[in-house]
């Protein structure tokens, strides 16, 4: 037998829960920690529809990068996505956990996970805490390229960018999901794109020599439900473990 918080034991070895930002509220947010687990549902994040899922793979937890229950809830009712999921968990007896900022900190984590599809070396932290990497590629290519490879390599269709730098670029700076706060760490760290989500229209006044390229939240952070299931499966290679078919990107392109 093997108890949820037995199986989240090597996502904590890796990005251990004490590293979280202190808005943060990874960890366990639905179930009982010590209760008995047979079957994992991995997806970026928990919605009705994922519990749905849950229950019909037959899993009793589900592992989520965005924690599903984050700042104030004021109520839990069925009006709400929220109110539904935490009611339809409960009531399924399934478990919720998450790993969110200690994740995007976690050496191998979801910054990484970007820098290692771009293919940058010898990357170091944007901030002082550890968030955002920035790194060289092999060879410079041109602006245009390096948009077109992105989208391929995170499975884009549209990307949002500033005018395109007119150099070769080398040095690129990444960061999953919302990225806004270290454009200046980029840009001081000398990188010439940027490649992160969530960037206001303001922030795409971009200086000479540097771009910014949002490829969106979900795609910027979404192969890290690979990540959790490679994590789980070194240890417990007889687990069930499924990734999510009905996590979707919320946002639609028309």
């Avoid at 690129?172 to 989500?197: D, E, F, H, R, W």
Wanted: with cysteine; hydrophobic share 40%.
């Amino acid at each position: 037998m093997i108890t949820a918080k037995e199986l989240v034991e090597p996502i904590e070895i890796m990005a251990p829960p004490c590293t979280q930002s202190r808005w943060d509220n990874s960890g366990f947010s639905v179930g009982d920690p010590d209760g008995a687990v047979t079957a994992a549902l991995i997806a970026l994040d928990c919605t009705p529809e994922v519990v749905a899922e849950a229950v019909e793979k037959r899993c009793d937890i589900i592992i989520t990068h965005h924690p599903l229950i984050f700042g104030q809830i004021r109520s839990v009712t069925r009006e709400t996505w929220l109110g539904r999921t935490v009611m339809d968990a409960i009531r399924s007896g399934i478990t919720v956990y998450s790993a969110h900022t200690n994740m995007d900190l976690a050496v191998g984590g979801v910054s990484h996970l970007m820098a290692d599809r771009l293919g940058l070396k010898g990357c170091e932290p944007l901030d002082e805490e550890g968030f955002g990497l920035v790194g060289n590629l092999s060879s410079p290519v041109c602006a245009e390229e390096l948009v077109n490879r992105t989208k391929s390599l995170f499975n884009v269709e549209h990307v949002r960018s500033s005018r395109l730098a007119d150099i070769p670029v080398t040095r690129v700076a990444v960061c999953g999901g919302s990225g806004k706060s270290l454009i200046p760490n980029a840009m001081a760290k000398g990188a010439q794109v940027y490649v992160t989500a969530d960037i206001p229209y303001h922030e795409f006044y971009c200086e000479d020599g540097f771009m910014i390229l949002d490829i969106g939240h979900y795609n910027s952070e979404y192969n890290v439900v690979h990540l959790i299931k490679e994590i789980l499966c070194k240890k417990f290679p007889n687990f069930a473990l499924f990734i999510s078919e009905k996590n979707i990107n919320p946002i639609y392109y028309y």
